[in-house]
Nanobody, 113 residues
Framework: QVQLVESGGGLVQPGGSLRLSCAAS????????MGWFRQAPGKQREFVAL???????NYQDALKGRFTISRDNGKNTVSLQMTSLKPEDTAVYYC???????WGQGTQVTVSS
């Protein structure tokens, strides 16, 4: 069993920033890759970013330069710093630990004036 708890979502104006955090607990290994996906209304869930335990990051091409993923291996947490937010970034953001099939409950990010 793996538990993932996200936090940090909310309403932000275009151009603003938000930081999402995810804490993982349970039967996971520190070597697991952790990451973020998002799902906008009426759309499929899409990859946002991942971070390996070795410090390698990967991003959806369209988000490079605006989103930064970080991780604390000792605490099994992963964060997503989002800047220059756009209305099209509005979505529910989900944290996952790759290879486990577990997802967090999601946190809503709304970018609107």
């Amino acid at each position: 069993q793996v538990q993932l708890v996200e936090s940090g979502g909310g309403l932000v104006q275009p151009g603003g920033s938000l930081r999402l955090s995810c804490a993982a607990s349970g039967r996971i290994s520190s070597i697991n890759t952790m990451g973020w996906f998002r799902q906008a209304p009426g759309k499929q869930r899409e990859f946002v970013a991942l971070r390996t335990s070795g410090g390698i990051s990967n991003y959806q091409d369209a988000l490079k330069g605006r989103f930064t993923i970080s991780r604390d291996n000792g605490k099994n947490t992963v964060s997503l710093q989002m800047t220059s937010l756009k209305p099209e970034d509005t979505a529910v953001y989900y944290c996952t630990v790759f290879g486990t099939g577990y997802w967090g409950q999601g946190t809503q990010v709304t970018v609107s004036s």
